[in-house]
């Protein structure tokens, strides 16, 4: 009996009302694969795999007060998970869905997937060697360590499997009243 969650629930009814009935199939069975990704979608002659996965806050997880929090940590738990579980679909698009049941500490907004992608965000500026000083005009955004797609000391690329983080949401449809699901897509450049 298949027990599949919230967030499988969303992503099969994003599917359907967006023109993919009938073409997707719930954890298929792939000739010589040990592994079984959540989704399958065939379209256009293509196969396209999706790893749907919940961010749900972590045992002990302190919501109130002061508290220190990393806003890529739970991400970075996923792409972890999605990474394994397409280590055999390399030749095919990957892409790994992310619902953010309740995790205070996660964000998903495109900034944020792409620091869980390429290395926390930050800035970083120039220095003269000479005097030890700021030079002025220098600092810009960047990302810095910590990215699961490329390597933060040696910037190489370390994962190249995963197509796209895709954001799966819920949105309120104000003429019906109701929920509809959304995405958003995060590609990763390197991919």
């Known amino acids: 009996m298949e027990t599949k969650n919230e967030s499988e629930k969303i992503f099969e009814q994003y599917l359907d009302t967006n023109g993919f009935k009938d073409k997707w199939t719930y954890e298929p069975s792939t000739p010589n694969k040990s592994k079984r990704p959540d989704y399958l979608l065939e379209f256009n002659e293509e196969k396209y795999f999706f790893e749907v996965k919940e961010l749900i806050e972590k045992p002990n997880q302190r919501t109130q007060g002061a508290v220190w929090m990393d806003p890529y940590s739970s991400l970075r738990d996923k792409i972890n998970e999605a990474r394994k579980k397409f280590k055999e679909y390399k030749k095919h698009s990957c892409s790994l869905v992310v619902?953010?049941?309740?995790?205070?500490?996660?964000?998903?907004?495109?900034?944020?997937?792409?620091?869980?992608?390429?290395?926390?965000?930050?800035?970083?500026?120039?220095?003269?060697?000479?005097?030890?000083?700021?030079?002025?005009?220098?600092?810009?955004?960047?990302?810095?360590?910590?990215?699961?797609?490329?390597?933060?000391?040696?910037?190489h690329l370390q994962n190249t499997t995963i197509s796209t983080i895709v954001v799966l949401e819920e949105h309120i449809d104000n003429i019906e009243v109701r929920k509809v699901p959304g995405v958003v897509v995060i590609e990763n450049p390197f991919a």
């Open 99 to 155: 619902f953010k049941v309740i995790d205070l500490h996660a964000r998903l907004k495109p900034l944020c997937v792409f620091g869980a992608m390429l290395g926390n965000l930050g800035f970083t500026w120039g220095v003269d060697r000479h005097d030890g000083k700021v030079v002025e005009g220098t600092e810009k955004n960047a990302f810095l360590d910590g990215g699961k797609m490329i390597d933060g000391k040696g910037k």
